[in-house]
């Protein structure tokens, strides 16, 4: 995790530290609270701590951005993939200040916040109804339920880019209210991984992709996990990331800009 990320929808991955509380049903099977203890480390739930770093790993993104201006090319930074930006815990005030300040000392990124808090983010942001240019907003909607809870807050939030991530796709979703007119700019599907992972039905995830076509709105097709289109379950690499015969990962149109 960092520069050269794996996830094929950012360049890179940025934590300004790693821990959160699981929020809802997607948060099951969480891959970040698996990988945490993996390596040794238990960060989940209220009362946990919380991982921070150095120096050197602030320094990261000062390092994308010169790559960005020397190649004039836009860098997408997912922050953050160990942890929830929003989660409302006043120890994570003097990191979410430091992660402010590298956002704007950084104008050819564009950092995606991915929350299932996002009704926390206009009082945890210091940007008022001005937000900076190089920061697209995100929230997680695995179900219906959730998509009606968590979009409405995104659509208040003044981000240049307001997306929605359903990974992982947990159920049928009708995103049509929300799709096209300066509203959700781009829709990002994928089924789940793991020995405990549940199923994504085929016609869940051609259903958002139609949605989107019909709206004009971007829309990415991640991975099936590891049940394929068929249903069947097998290694995730095999079941692929083509849906209807077709890889179907397009980004939201952005020009180069050196802001």
Not at 115 to 141: D, F, H, I, Y
Not at 214 to 237: A, C
Not at 249 to 256: E, H, I, K, M, V
């Amino acid at each position: 995790m960092g520069k050269d990320s794996k996830i094929e929808w950012t360049h890179h991955t940025f934590n300004p530290w790693w821990g959160c509380t699981r929020a809802s049903a997607g948060c099951a099977n969480c891959y970040a609270e698996v990988w945490a203890k993996r390596v040794g480390v238990d960060l989940w739930g209220k009362e946990a701590p919380r991982r921070f770093f150095g120096d050197s790993h602030w320094h990261n993104p000062l390092r994308w951005q010169t790559d960005a201006l020397r190649t004039q090319q836009r860098q997408r930074v997912f922050c953050a993939s160990m942890a929830d930006v929003f989660e409302s815990r006043s120890d994570l005030d003097p990191w979410r200040a430091r992660l402010w300040d590298l956002i704007q000392k950084t104008p050819n990124l564009d950092w995606l916040l991915v929350s299932k808090r996002p009704e926390e983010a206009a009082k945890l942001t210091p940007w008022g109804s001005k937000w900076p240019q190089n920061v697209w907003m995100g929230t997680t909607v695995e179900t219906q339920e959730w998509a009606e809870k968590r979009i409405e807050a995104i659509l208040d939030v003044p981000a240049k880019i307001r997306f929605v991530s359903c990974e992982p796709l947990l159920g049928p979703l009708d995103l049509t209210p929300w799709l096209g007119d300066g509203q959700i700019d781009w829709v990002i599907a994928g089924g789940e991984s793991g020995a405990r992972a549940r199923p994504m039905q085929a016609a869940w995830v051609s259903g958002l992709y139609k949605q989107c076509l019909e709206r004009t709105t971007s829309f990415f097709f991640k991975q099936w996990g590891v049940f394929g289109e068929d249903g069947i379950r097998r290694n995730k690499k095999s079941n692929g990331k083509t849906l209807m015969g077709q890889e179907l990962q397009a980004f939201p149109a952005l020009s180069w800009a050196s802001t």
